[in-house]
């Protein structure tokens, strides 16, 4: 077997044919000779020293090991055209990814409006950006950004980066302590209540390099530790202990009574928000959702 056997051309006119159903009619579609589509069969067969064609019938059939060459020869042509779109893209300026890191107290739908104007304004060079967007918890946003998981990000607290970041304040979100209206603490007189006595419930922190955090009033109060907003919904609603909820994430719980506010103060009522974001490198499809995003501050 000759080490330039099988080519992308080669797993062209395989797919073709497979396709098409015929070596006459794939040839029509490759704007080739039929004999000129056959001899590149042949060849492959003799490079590779296998059968990829059953020739004993009326018309040629393709074996087991043939087939196996054609499905997964379908994914090497599907990367290798995506490879060429991602470095047009890179010529003009767009990356091929863009990677957007946001804590879950930050309303993910503020970013569709987004989403859809970069959508709506792509050309044909943009085309192939994707976007994806991280859920991230406390540190987490910062962290996904310090190393590379993130190009952007949207974070609540001022943790220190390191110079060649960028960051810009973006607002803020309430918070309120809530549990299930059936929950002990409401049967507790005010004047004495000391919710550090009940388990709070809290987001694991999805920082991977940094250390972790966690929201409680203090290290002795018990924790129960969930890892996503609706799974902390649901721990509180099924009185399993208290915890703090942006406001709007809480406002439809609370509406259908499942979530009961609690009237006590904290010093957790409210987080600052902050966008941050590398230096370097820039793409256009960064630079496009950071000005959109700078222009909303």
């Not at 080490?3 to 040839?27: C, H, K, P, W, Y």
């Not at 599907?78 to 863009?98: I, K, Y």
């Amino acid at each position: 077997m000759t080490q330039q056997a099988l080519t992308l051309d080669a797993l062209r006119v395989l797919e073709t044919i497979a396709r098409r159903g015929s070596f006459a009619a794939a040839a029509a579609e490759l704007h080739r000779v039929t004999s000129a589509v056959s001899y590149t069969v042949q060849k492959l067969e003799e490079d590779l020293d296998i059968a990829i064609f059953d020739r004993s019938g009326h018309r040629a059939k393709l074996t087991a090991a043939g087939k196996m060459l054609v499905e997964r020869g379908r994914d090497l042509l599907a990367a290798s055209n995506q490879l060429v779109e991602d470095a047009r893209a890179v010529a003009g300026g767009w990356e091929p990814q863009l990677a957007i890191a946001i804590d879950q107290v930050y309303p993910e739908q503020l970013l569709l409006p987004l989403l859809t104007r970069f959508y709506a304004t792509q050309h044909a060079e943009n085309a192939n950006t994707n976007v994806r967007i991280l859920a991230e918890v406390l540190t987490g946003p910062w962290d996904a950004l310090e190393s590379g998981r993130a190009d952007i990000a949207i974070g609540s607290g001022q943790i220190a980066l390191p110079k060649l970041f960028r960051r810009r304040k973006l607002g803020s979100v309430s918070f309120i302590y809530v549990a299930a209206p059936t929950h002990p603490i409401f049967a507790a007189d005010p004047k004495t209540l000391d919710a550090e006595n009940y388990r709070a419930i809290a987001i694991a922190d999805t920082a991977r390099l940094r250390p972790a955090h966690s929201v409680r009033l203090s290290v002795q109060q018990p924790i129960l530790t969930v890892s996503s907003f609706a799974a902390k919904i649901a721990a509180l609603e099924a009185g399993l202990g208290i915890g703090t909820m942006p406001t709007a994430l809480a406002r439809e719980a609370l509406a259908r009574g499942s979530l009961q506010q609690i009237p006590i103060t904290v010093k957790f009522d409210r987080a600052e928000l902050y966008l941050a974001w590398r230096v370097e490198p820039n793409g256009r499809a960064k630079q496009w959702f950071l000005q959109q995003l700078l222009g909303d501050c």
